[in-house]
């Protein structure tokens, strides 16, 4: 086989045809022929007028380890649509690059994963080429209609150059999250900007905001979009519940060190070498497994393995009231978790259970410090749009009438044992009791 064939068949080059090949020490330089004669200009006009021409390279995929030119001779034409001389489009690479599609592709690809050192290291390139290559993708891929019909959207920020910059991202809860808008910072201001693009009716037609519960965000919204529902993001409430979590674990084995250090001060000087024969046991350092309880108590139970899930069952036995704050933590979570969102406000009235009942234990359940304690945010039952709300608003034809919930599979019943939140009520009494003992 001819090398331009092998060339031809292995790089498929769109309305192009392979006529030579060099290898030279910079790499593979893979001459090409045109098969269209009309000049296509970048806005689309076309024409067979030929105002000049010039040879140009493409940076293509590597082969191996050669890196592969594609060389062409290339046509500029007076357009008569743009009303000035422009340079021809060519199938395989996006007008003004050096690169060809396919590398600008994976570079696009490869930027939304790893950081930009790595792909200019990975692909040989420069980071200018790479925020160049970025920049076209985006353009080119950019949904103009990303904007229209948003009803359901999500507000949150993001950190850059560890952590001393931020965006603001605006993700449409009814197209799976996908994100529509981004803005660099998290002012009040740049989300207000992002208000005034979507103009009044798109700001009237919002029904329903997610947001974490800082006040910039809500300021801007209740400013642009007041008839818009605001709700909690399920990510900084639950970040919260772990919040007052910590603080309880950190009381209990504050006091379980205490309690360690003053039964060695009543022990007296330790003895050192072999116990002698007959002596007890040593028992647990209990301060130390109640430190090491973190990640039981705070990660998602379907992703907890077998070590933390005794750990969870040790605390429900010993009837802990680190388990209890896990509980209700688990009964927020299942807020988000509900099939009908008209469900939500009666588990949020049942939520705290029979804990509220009585006085909630003052120091290991303290109330986290966050917004939610001063009750400048929206409250809980905001999670979820009620039913009078969601009636009031009508609903837009080929949108759910729902918002979106986590599709998640829920521990069953059966392959975690221990997760059982409807204890009877007199385990609840016999909890507290325990908590308040402890
Ligand atoms: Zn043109």
Redesign the pocket.
């Given at each position: 086989m001819r090398a331009t064939t092998a060339f031809n068949k292995m790089l498929a080059i769109p309305g192009a045809h392979v006529t030579g090949v060099v290898f030279t020490p910079d790499g593979i330089v893979v001459d090409l022929g045109r098969r269209a004669k009309r000049l296509r200009?970048?806005?689309?006009?076309s024409t067979r007028a030929v105002y000049d021409r010039s040879r140009r390279s493409w940076r293509g995929l590597d082969l191996g380890t050669a890196k592969v030119f594609l060389r062409a001779s290339i046509r500029r034409?007076m357009?008569?649509?743009?009303?000035?001389v422009?340079t021809e489009a060519v199938p395989w690479a996006r007008p003004g690059a050096r690169f060809t599609r396919d590398f600008e592709d994976v570079v696009a690809w490869l930027a939304q994963r790893m950081d930009k050192s790595a792909v200019t290291r990975l692909l040989r390139c420069s980071w200018e080429a790479v925020a160049n290559i970025v920049t076209r993708v985006v353009a080119e891929q950019l949904d103009e209609t990303r904007l229209r019909d948003l009803y359901r959207i999500g507000v949150d920020e993001v950190s850059y150059r560890k952590g001393h910059r931020y965006l603001t991202v605006v993700a449409d809860h009814d197209r799976d999250g996908a994100v529509v808008w981004v803005g660099e910072g998290k002012s009040a201001a740049t989300l207000g900007a992002f208000y005034e693009q979507l103009g009044e009716d798109g700001c009237a037609q919002v029904q329903a905001v997610s947001m974490d519960l800082g006040a910039a965000f809500k300021k801007a919204t209740d400013a642009h979009a007041p008839t818009a529902r605001q709700c909690v993001d399920p990510f900084h409430l639950i970040a919260l519940a772990n919040e007052a979590i910590n603080k309880a674990r950190r009381w209990a084995w504050n006091i379980e060190r205490d309690k360690a250090r003053h039964a060695a001060a009543q022990a007296g000087p330790k003895r050192r070498g072999r116990p002698p024969a007959g002596s007890p046991p040593p028992t647990r350092d209990q301060a130390r497994w109640v430190k090491h309880t973190r990640w039981a108590l705070l990660k998602d139970p379907e992703h907890l393995n077998a070590s933390q899930l005794q750990v969870l069952h040790e605390l429900r036995r010993s009837h802990s009231v680190l388990y209890r704050c896990w509980q209700l933590k688990e009964g927020l979570r299942d807020l988000y978790r509900l099939a009908d969102p008209a469900d939500a406000p009666e588990h949020l009235n049942c939520w705290p259970g029979p804990a509220a009942a009585g006085s909630p234990p003052s120091s290991p359940c303290p109330r986290p410090s966050g917004p939610t304690a001063t009750g400048s945010s929206p409250p809980c039952s905001s999670a979820y749009p009620t039913p009078s709300s969601r009636a009031s608003t009508q609903d837009p034809p080929d949108q759910p009438s729902r918002l979106r919930t986590p599709q998640r599979r829920r521990p069953h019943r059966d392959d975690l044992p221990l997760l059982r939140r409807t204890d009877h009520p007199a385990t609840h009494t016999k909890v507290r009791r325990t908590a308040f003992k402890a």
């Open positions: 200009c970048p806005c689309g006009w034409l357009c008569r649509r743009c009303g000035r422009r």
